[in-house]
């Protein structure tokens, strides 16, 4: 639903990608952590990190842009 909204340049698609991009980084990390916390040695990196986080910058300077043609 984020995906067709952003495509569409719906007004709320912006900040609901955002959240969707914080929420998944935020997954992310607990997930990498997890095993830590739960006594056990191995540790597992997410390569999803390498595709969110870009992501989420793309977003915070598509908004700024979205922000200042609507404004």
Do not use: H, N
């Not at 719906?10 to 959240?19: E, H, M």
């Amino acid at each position: 639903m984020i995906a067709y909204g952003l495509w569409s340049e719906k007004s709320g698609a912006i900040k609901l990608a955002i959240v969707d991009a914080i929420l998944g980084i935020a997954i992310c990390i607990g997930v990498m952590l997890a095993p830590i916390y739960m006594d056990q040695t191995s540790f597992t990196f997410r390569l999803e990190l390498l595709l969110l986080i870009p992501y989420l910058l793309w977003l915070f300077k598509t908004s700024r842009r979205w922000e200042s043609s609507k404004g």
